[in-house]
């Protein structure tokens, strides 16, 4: 057990890569109740949201999720996020936990008086189903006629598992399908439970971070900061520039100008993990830094995410990576680093 977040978190619970290839090959499950879970309402709380994250919430559709981000005016990154409408005027944000209070206090800074922020994360639990073959595990978990397979991905809906009425959304954070689970914190031992009965393997935080690093999903903290913006970070794919948003014109300006670094996946020719804030160089200068790190079992190598100068961060680039002070070749290569089956689907 570790503190994360303000939480004390499992590491794992027997062996990290068993419950990494749980994941890839079976299913596995997570108990992310440590995530924001920040529950919106009121007739202004559509025109709220949407001018305070990057993603159009005015064309979300009922029970549509997307990701996004909360930016500062100078289009920092304070947070990335999901956003779930659960019916016209109700929305749920999914915020990181370290960030949640910071913001919050920003939210309530932007927010009409006619919209309402209740933060539900302590009242609810969110557990993670993912792997190959959790929708047919969900499937016969769930009561109602109509079951969550029947969801494409980042839709949500809610239904009975386990005789517990909770929100089902098609997401997840390892690149493989899967649902989210959020409801009343009363069910979650019961949830839980019933899963492992069925034969979900629990998974810590452990697994959790090589498997999103597989998918080239980003960490906040780490891979996403305050000092980054979705343009750096190589993810303006998931900004609306067609609305209005905080931080809206400074990130228009930086596309002027280019980006003078680049967020990108490295693949290291040694079976030792980069860490954050190892120096990457071309062979005789410094030219950038890693910001994530682990060895991957289904490529037997390590990998890593990193921020390069943009003239020298294009695929295929070699470089060398600092480990305990010793160079490692390392090649800069495409994400994600598997070919994920969520990708397929999506």
Same mark, same amino acid.
């Given at each position: 057990m570790v503190t994360f977040g303000g939480y004390e978190m499992p590491v794992h619970?027997?062996?990290?890569?068993?419950?990494?290839?749980?994941?890839?090959?079976?299913v596995g499950i997570f108990d992310v109740s440590h995530m924001g879970r920040l529950f919106f309402s009121g007739s202004?709380?559509?025109?709220?949201?949407?001018?305070l994250v990057t993603l159009n919430i005015s064309t979300?559709?009922?029970?549509?999720?997307?990701?996004?981000?909360?930016?500062?005016?100078?289009?920092?990154?304070?947070?990335?996020?999901?956003?779930?409408?659960?019916?016209?005027?109700?929305?749920?944000?999914?915020?990181?936990?370290?960030?949640?209070?910071?913001?919050?206090?920003?939210?309530v800074t932007y927010l009409s008086p006619q919209t309402h922020l209740h933060d539900q994360t302590e009242e609810t639990f969110m557990i993670a189903v993912q792997g190959p073959d959790s929708l047919p595990l969900v499937d016969d978990l769930t009561h109602d006629a109509t079951k969550p397979s029947r969801l494409r991905?980042?839709?949500?809906?809610?239904?009975?598992?386990?005789?517990?009425?909770?929100?089902?959304?098609?997401? /997840?954070?390892? /690149?493989?399908d899967g649902v989210?689970?959020?409801?009343?914190?009363? /069910?979650?031992?019961c949830i839980w439970d019933q899963f492992l009965s069925a034969g979900a393997v629990p998974c810590g935080l452990g697994a959790r971070d090589i498997l999103r690093l597989e998918a080239g999903f980003c960490l906040y903290g780490q891979d996403l900061t305050e000092e980054i913006t979705p343009l750096e970070a190589d993810l303006m794919r998931f900004v609306d520039l067609a609305k209005d948003f905080i931080g809206k014109e400074s990130l228009v300006r930086r596309m002027e100008q280019g980006p003078k670094?680049?967020?990108?996946?490295?693949?290291?020719?040694?079976?030792?993990?980069?860490?954050?804030?190892?120096?990457?160089?071309?062979?005789?200068?410094?030219?950038?830094?890693?910001?994530?790190?682990?060895?991957?079992?289904h490529l037997n190598s390590s990998i890593g995410m990193a921020y390069l100068q943009a003239e020298k961060s294009h695929t295929g680039q070699d470089v060398w990576v600092l480990i305990r002070d010793q160079p490692v070749a390392a090649q800069v290569v495409a994400m994600p680093f598997l070919p994920l089956p969520s990708r397929k689907s999506s």
């Open positions: 619970y027997g062996s990290i890569i068993n419950e990494v290839l749980a994941v890839r090959r079976g202004s709380a559509q025109k709220d949201l949407d001018r979300l559709s009922f029970g549509q999720v997307r990701y996004g981000f909360l930016c500062r005016d100078d289009g920092g990154i304070l947070d990335d996020l999901t956003a779930f409408r659960l019916n016209e005027d109700q929305f749920l944000l999914v915020v990181n936990a370290a960030t949640r209070e910071k913001d919050v206090q920003h939210l991905r980042f839709q949500g809906g809610l239904f009975s598992i386990a005789g517990v009425s909770v929100w089902v959304t098609r997401t /997840g954070y390892t /690149g493989e989210e689970i959020v409801g009343p914190k009363e /069910g979650a031992q670094i680049k967020r990108v996946g490295l693949r290291l020719s040694s079976r030792s993990a980069p860490r954050p804030h190892s120096p990457v160089t071309d062979g005789h200068n410094q030219i950038g830094f890693v910001t994530s790190g682990s060895f991957s079992p």
